[in-house]
């Protein structure tokens, strides 16, 4: 039997999951963030680093591989090339609850790329002593990032209106504070919307990578959520998933297990005021498929290849699925 048809006979009823999840996720929004991060003792933004950095290391290899000319010597040849290269860099952030995954891929990528639709001299040096000078003399990453500008867009959908207001008003102070850098004309191409993971608004290959971390759960139809996030990925594209898992270490697993089902919902309750939330969360982790099932209904979405990451003893993984 195929792994996807597995785990749809556990799911029940797509609707009424939906429905619970977006009225769960409303009521306990003011204090999603705060409680979640000290109930992971941070380790969470670690995990959520590690899984940002995979994504704009294959962003930054994706961009530098359309630019190929920067090799070249000859203008005219450059810029018959940089007509045809990447007009955009476009990432889908899916189940983006308050925005953070969204958030800390604008700050990776105003760290590591240098592009954004500004041309950085200090870039064009630091570019053009390893890719040379084009005949003129300008720095062919500058010449070429000012041809294209190549602006990145982030665009974070979920299902709960409440959290995408939090997430706004978390990307609206950091874009203030952050305005004349880099990070602040990054942060001013988030766009947060209402949107449903099963049937994404979008048309087929329009994302350059797809981000998903801690949501996929929460998916009503997760083999529908998977091929939905497949479809709108553009060829050779990424998929990257953060998820959790049930560790496999004997020791630590049981240490997991009176965590997530004891401690977890007694805190949840009391700071969040919210009985069902925290109790749906290790339930909803224990439901998750294997890494191996997981993986194999990936595959099954339409992914080429998926490559797999335990992290922290096996209590969350990421998923890098590339699509053909």
């Known amino acids: 039997m195929e792994a996807s048809k597995k785990i749809t006979e556990n799911q029940g009823n797509t609707d009424s999951k939906k429905e619970m999840v977006t009225g769960m996720f409303n009521d306990i929004a003011p204090t999603y963030d705060a409680l979640n991060h000290l109930l992971s003792l941070g380790v969470d933004h670690s995990w959520r680093r590690k899984t940002v950095r995979a994504a704009v290391s294959f962003l930054k290899s994706r961009l530098l591989d359309s630019w190929q000319c920067i090799n070249l010597k000859d203008r005219r ?13 476009r990432i889908l952030d899916v189940a983006t609850g308050t925005g953070d995954m969204a958030i800390a891929l604008a700050v990776e990528m105003a760290r590591k790329l240098p592009f954004g639709g500004a041309c950085d001299k200090s870039y064009d040096k630091r570019y053009a002593k390893t890719y040379g000078q084009a005949s003129d003399g300008v720095a062919a990453t500058g010449h070429l990032n000012t041809l294209t500008g190549a602006p990145v867009r982030i665009l974070g959908v979920d299902i709960s209106e409440k959290m995408l207001a939090i997430g706004r008003e978390k990307i609206a102070r950091k874009n203030i504070t952050s305005k004349k850098s880099s990070r602040g004309r990054f942060m001013s191409q988030i766009n947060l919307q209402v949107g449903d993971a ?22 009503g139809d997760m083999s529908l959520g998977l091929s939905e996030m497949c479809r709108v990925l553009k060829s050779g594209g990424r998929c990257f998933i953060l998820e959790f898992s049930e560790p496999r270490t004997p020791v630590f697993g049981w240490l997991y297990r009176i965590y997530f089902h004891r401690v977890l919902p007694f805190a949840g309750r009391l700071v969040s005021r919210s009985a069902g939330a925290y109790t749906y969360l290790p339930r909803s982790v224990d439901s998750f498929p294997t890494p191996e099932v997981f993986t194999e209904m990936l595959r099954e979405a339409g992914f080429a290849s998926v490559r797999i990451r335990r992290l922290t003893f096996g209590v969350a993984y990421i998923y890098i699925a590339e699509k053909s």
């Open 198 to 219: 099963e049937a994404l608004d979008f048309e087929a290959q329009r994302f350059d990578c797809v981000t998903v971390a801690f949501g996929v759960r929460n998916f």
């Open 77 to 89: 040849l450059a810029e018959n090339y940089a007509s045809h290269a990447v007009e955009e860099i």
